[in-house]
């Protein structure tokens, strides 16, 4: 049976521009820019200095905070200086420069790890901290943390759902890395010590459906595989909950508190390497996609490479790029350059074409009701626009602006073409 | 660190997708699916008409550039509601109606019903309803002069409500003269006196389908405001209760055009499903205490101008479930 939630829409997916394309590994670049914060929480500290030489797999950065992820050198090399760079999310990040050697040395903690079988849930969370894994859907949130939570659960939802349109990095994922991301699921399942576990995947991605049940039929996994509708977002925490398993999150609240945690394939599979390989998360699947994309691709991209290398070796845009996105069209980031790294949250890069990239004119709300439709988590989204456009923040709160999950599936829906998710977040910042 | 940039990009707010969708489109779709009824009405009522019609639309566009001009805004003339509210307009008068009430009409539509209050979006009732509300109310001997069926030379002919009302209160001053008796396949197509765009139920029907079919509309007020005119009908309608004739009432005077045209109006209506349902049949309940027991024949545009009223207390009201609050 096919489940989903209330609201959201369909949005055509484009994800036929890579959906098809492997993933594919990318010429060493010759240097790479590693922020010191590419996470929810407390930027680290350096661990290096200008003229250090560091391995790939180094670890150059760390916290001593809790709520903090520690980051690696993701090739061989000097480092040229820690100087503030261009970041894809903050705007500007102090980060570690690393001129490559071209050698890609790795460093002499990566080793295989025999037994990982038999480790504990304390060993586990330990091995993930130290490999610095994030969710890797793109809120970036320190795994160490959400695997650890306060409270005791249930359930893991594994997220496949990837309802973002274009992006296609967990897609490949799960038709290529399977068995690992099986594995990783195992080793999830094992930290967060629960009984149930689903795999949420679109019934608009049959191939990695069938991957992922066979497998598991193959190595008998107690992991169920959940068809979802084809509905955007149906890949948000909240949504993919209740698509799941039937429970909301209250408002206010977070997964634990319905008993569950949810995790990203991408993330799986990070988990997989780390315990299993010894590796830490350096590297990412990166989906580099538009229609003026020459040749897009999913590709296996060192933390640190600068989108533009990336979008130059998809061999370039077929015009002038008019916007290049860092995520999907839907929550994705406009950047300002394209000289911005990758991060561990870089799920994809998007060029849109000039015309794409076109804003069109706002327009009166006509009340409609199509973003109350849509609206997944049943607000009222034209309301809070009307109380910014007329001055009267004072009158949002009664429409729970912070139950906003910032989909944007209101802002696409509306036929006035009303920035509504941009008031919403507006509010939410006076309000803080 | 952008100084090197080649070309600048665009940077916004995510979304960076949008929807097909426009205002426009919508206006000028519902105007498309109105046009068959229009194309009957210039068939059964002849080429009158049609300057009806364009006069109801000139004066609504003329009047929406000039307020706009006057308020200082940009001219929103292209977004065809007002096209379309001068459309409601002609629709909603009498086939033998003088160009310059018709003009009027338009004028007090577009300027009183929708410019004082800010425009597209901001007005509170429907500004045709507005419009033809005061034409009732200055002529109401124009508007209630009707057309038979075929017969240009202005025959004046009571409309089925007219009839069934005369009956009904017991007045019986129709009593006597040559009374058409209409069958309901005559309501269904429309060869009966009535307003310009409420006679022909099939082509009203086929517009409101398609509307149906690209989701610009949705059953929720028309079936809702429908049924319930049906029910209380057939409850109240007849010698005794629930032996009125509510297929007469459903097929005749301006319900089918209100319900799915008019109370449909996305400004003026609720917004959740719930509250679009309630609209409904409290536009129902008016329209069918109008018919049976008020001063007028017709009810349909006094109910949905009522229920305007009450939209924003509905709104207020009828809110969407909050995800994850308890039942």
Same mark, same amino acid.
């Given at each position: 049976?096919?489940?989903?939630?209330?609201?959201?829409?369909?949005?055509?997916?484009?994800?036929?521009?890579?959906?098809?394309?492997?993933?594919?590994?990318?010429?060493?670049?010759?240097?790479?820019?590693?922020?010191?914060?590419?996470?929810?929480?407390?930027?680290?500290?350096?661990?290096?200095?200008?003229?250090?030489?560091?391995?790939?797999?180094?670890?150059?950065?760390?916290?001593?905070?809790?709520?903090?992820?520690?980051?690696?050198?993701?090739?061989?090399?000097?480092?040229?200086?820690?100087?503030?760079?261009?970041?894809?999310?903050?705007?500007?990040?102090?980060?570690?420069?690393?001129?490559?050697?071209?050698?890609?040395?790795?460093?002499?903690?990566?080793?295989?790890?025999?037994?990982?079988?038999?480790?504990?849930?304390?060993?586990?969370?330990?091995?993930?901290?130290?490999?610095?894994?994030?969710?890797?859907?793109?809120?970036?949130?320190?795994?160490?943390?959400?695997?650890?939570?306060?409270?005791?659960?249930?359930?893991?939802?594994?997220?496949?759902?990837?309802?973002?349109?274009?992006?296609?990095?967990?897609?490949?994922?799960?038709?290529?890395?399977?068995?690992?991301?099986?594995?990783?699921?195992?080793?999830?399942?094992?930290?967060?010590?629960?009984?149930?576990?689903?795999?949420?995947?679109?019934?608009?991605?049959?191939?990695?459906?069938?991957?992922?049940?066979?497998?598991?039929?193959?190595?008998?996994?107690?992991?169920?595989?959940?068809?979802?509708?084809?509905?955007?977002?149906?890949?948000?925490?909240?949504?993919?909950?209740?698509?799941?398993?039937?429970?909301?999150?209250?408002?206010?609240?977070?997964?634990?508190?319905?008993?569950?945690?949810?995790?990203?394939?991408?993330?799986?599979?990070?988990?997989?390497?780390?315990?299993?390989?010894?590796?830490?998360?350096?590297?990412?699947?990166?989906?580099?996609?538009?229609?003026?994309?020459?040749?897009?691709?999913?590709?296996?991209?060192?933390?640190?490479?600068?989108?533009?290398?990336?979008?130059?070796?998809?061999?370039?845009?077929?015009?002038?790029?008019?916007?290049?996105?860092?995520?999907?069209?839907?929550?994705?980031?406009?950047?300002?350059?394209?000289?911005?790294?990758?991060?561990?949250?870089?799920?994809?890069?998007?060029?849109?074409?000039?015309?794409?990239?076109?804003?069109?004119?706002?327009?009166?709300?006509?009340?409609?009701?199509?973003?109350?439709?849509?609206?997944?988590?049943?607000?009222?989204?034209?309301?809070?626009?009307?109380?910014?456009?007329?001055?009267?923040?004072?009158?949002?709160?009664?429409?729970?602006?912070?139950?906003?999950?910032?989909?944007?599936?209101?802002?696409?829906?509306?036929?006035?073409?009303?920035?509504?998710?941009?008031?919403?977040?507006?509010?939410?910042?006076?309000?803080? | 660190?952008?100084?090197?940039?080649?070309?600048?990009?665009?940077?916004?707010?995510?979304?960076?997708?949008?929807?097909?969708?426009?205002?426009?489109?919508?206006?000028?779709?519902?105007?498309?699916?109105?046009?068959?009824?229009?194309?009957?009405?210039?068939?059964?009522?002849?080429?009158?008409?049609?300057?009806?019609?364009?006069?109801?639309?000139?004066?609504?566009?003329?009047?929406?550039?000039?307020?706009?001009?006057?308020?200082?805004?940009?001219?929103?003339?292209?977004?065809?509601?007002?096209?379309?509210?001068?459309?409601?307009?002609?629709?909603?008068?009498?086939?033998?109606?003088?160009?310059?009430?018709?003009?009027?009409?338009?004028?007090?539509?577009?300027?009183?019903?929708?410019?004082?209050?800010?425009?597209?979006?901001?007005?509170?009732?429907?500004?045709?309803?507005?419009?033809?509300?005061?034409?009732?109310?200055?002529?109401?001997?124009?508007?209630?002069?009707?057309?038979?069926?075929?017969?240009?030379?202005?025959?004046?002919?009571?409309?089925?409500?007219?009839?069934?009302?005369?009956? $009904?209160? *017991?007045?019986?001053?129709?009593? /006597?003269?040559? #009374?058409? +008796?209409?069958?309901?396949?005559? %309501?269904? @197509? =429309?060869?009966?006196?009535?307003?310009?765009?409420?006679?022909?139920?099939?082509?009203?029907?086929?517009?409101?389908?398609?509307?149906?079919?690209?989701?610009?509309?949705?059953?929720?007020?028309?079936?809702?405001?429908?049924?319930?005119?049906?029910?209380?009908?057939?409850? $109240?309608? *007849?010698?005794?209760?629930?032996? /009125?004739?509510? #297929?007469? +009432?459903?097929?005749?005077?301006? %319900?089918? @055009? =209100?319900?799915?045209?008019?109370?449909?109006?996305?400004?003026?209506?609720?917004?959740?499903?719930?509250?679009?349902?309630?609209?409904?049949?409290?536009?129902?309940?008016?329209?069918?205490?109008?018919?049976?027991?008020?001063?007028?024949?017709?009810?349909?545009?006094?109910?949905?101008?009522?229920?305007?009223?009450?939209?924003?207390?509905?709104?207020?009201?009828?809110?969407?479930?909050?995800?994850?609050?308890?039942?």
């Amino acid at each position: 049976m096919v489940s989903t939630f209330a609201g959201g829409k369909h949005i055509e997916s484009h994800k036929q521009l890579s959906r098809d394309a492997a993933i594919e590994p990318i010429p060493l670049p010759v240097e790479v820019v590693i922020p010191l914060s590419q996470h929810t929480g407390t930027i680290c500290e350096p661990l290096v200095k200008k003229g250090d030489r560091v391995l790939t797999g180094t670890k150059i950065g760390q916290s001593s905070n809790v709520l903090s992820s520690c980051v690696h050198a993701s090739i061989s090399g000097t480092v040229r200086g820690i100087e503030l760079c261009p970041h894809p999310v903050l705007g500007q990040c102090l980060a570690v420069i690393i001129d490559s050697d071209g050698r890609d040395e790795h460093d002499a903690a990566i080793q295989p790890r025999k037994a990982a079988e038999r480790l504990s849930k304390e060993e586990l969370l330990a091995i993930i901290k130290e490999a610095g894994i994030v969710g890797m859907g793109g809120a970036a949130f320190p795994s160490q943390v959400k695997l650890n939570p306060p409270k005791p659960v249930d359930t893991l939802i594994i997220n496949g759902v990837e309802c973002e349109p274009y992006l296609t990095c967990d897609f490949r994922l799960m038709l290529e890395k399977a068995n690992e991301i099986l594995q990783g699921i195992g080793l999830l399942k094992k930290t967060v010590n629960v009984s149930k576990v689903f795999i949420g995947i679109e019934e608009d991605k049959p191939e990695a459906l069938r991957m992922m049940r066979n497998k598991i039929m193959e190595k008998h996994y107690p992991f169920t595989v959940s068809p979802l509708t084809a509905k955007y977002p149906q890949g948000a925490e909240k949504q993919l909950i209740k698509a799941v398993i039937n429970r909301e999150v209250p408002p206010g609240k977070l997964p634990f508190d319905a008993g569950v945690i949810v995790s990203n394939v991408g993330t799986a599979c990070a988990v997989y390497e780390a315990v299993f390989l010894g590796k830490p998360l350096y590297e990412r699947v990166v989906t580099v996609t538009g229609a003026t994309v020459k040749k897009p691709a999913n590709l296996n991209v060192r933390i640190g490479t600068r989108f533009g290398d990336l979008i130059r070796y998809c061999q370039g845009t077929t015009g002038a790029a008019g916007k290049i996105i860092m995520g999907g069209p839907m929550m994705g980031l406009a950047q300002f350059s394209e000289d911005v790294p990758v991060i561990k949250g870089t799920s994809g890069i998007l060029v849109l074409s000039e015309a794409e990239a076109r804003q069109e004119g706002e327009h009166p709300c006509i009340r409609c009701g199509r973003c109350v439709d849509v609206c997944p988590m049943g607000m009222i989204p034209s309301a809070l626009s009307l109380c910014v456009e007329s001055g009267r923040l004072d009158l949002s709160s009664r429409y729970n602006p912070r139950d906003c999950i910032e989909c944007g599936a209101c802002t696409y829906i509306c036929p006035a073409k009303r920035r509504i998710v941009e008031s919403i977040r507006l509010v939410k910042a006076v309000m803080k | 660190m952008t100084e090197k940039q080649p070309a600048p990009l665009t940077v916004t707010s995510s979304p960076h997708i949008r929807s097909p969708e426009t205002t426009s489109k919508i206006m000028w779709t519902v105007f498309v699916c109105l046009i068959p009824s229009g194309l009957v009405s210039v068939y059964v009522f002849g080429f009158g008409v049609l300057g009806i019609i364009l006069t109801a639309v000139f004066a609504a566009v003329a009047t929406e550039w000039a307020c706009c001009r006057i308020q200082r805004k940009t001219p929103t003339i292209m977004d065809g509601s007002a096209v379309l509210t001068g459309l409601l307009l002609a629709y909603n008068v009498p086939p033998g109606s003088p160009l310059w009430m018709v003009f009027l009409g338009s004028f007090i539509a577009i300027a009183v019903g929708k410019a004082v209050f800010g425009g597209l979006g901001c007005n509170v009732f429907n500004p045709a309803l507005v419009g033809r509300v005061f034409l009732m109310a200055s002529f109401p001997v124009l508007m209630t002069r009707w057309q038979a069926p075929f017969k240009v030379d202005a025959v004046t002919a009571p409309t089925p409500l007219a009839i069934f009302k005369d009956g $009904f209160s *017991g007045t019986n001053v129709l009593a /006597g003269t040559d #009374l058409v +008796q209409y069958s309901y396949r005559d %309501l269904f @197509l =429309g060869l009966r006196g009535g307003c310009i765009g409420e006679a022909c139920v099939l082509a009203l029907l086929l517009g409101a389908g398609y509307l149906m079919i690209r989701k610009y509309i949705t059953w929720h007020i028309p079936l809702s405001f429908i049924g319930t005119v049906g029910v209380f009908t057939w409850i $109240f309608g *007849g010698k005794g209760l629930f032996g /009125g004739d509510f #297929l007469l +009432q459903i097929f005749s005077g301006g %319900l089918i @055009l =209100g319900a799915f045209y008019m109370a449909t109006d996305y400004v003026t209506g609720p917004m959740t499903r719930q509250g679009q349902i309630l609209f409904g049949i409290g536009c129902g309940i008016i329209t069918g205490i109008v018919r049976l027991w008020g001063g007028y024949p017709e009810g349909v545009s006094y109910s949905i101008l009522l229920m305007n009223a009450v939209t924003p207390l509905i709104d207020r009201f009828m809110v969407p479930r909050r995800f994850g609050e308890e039942r």
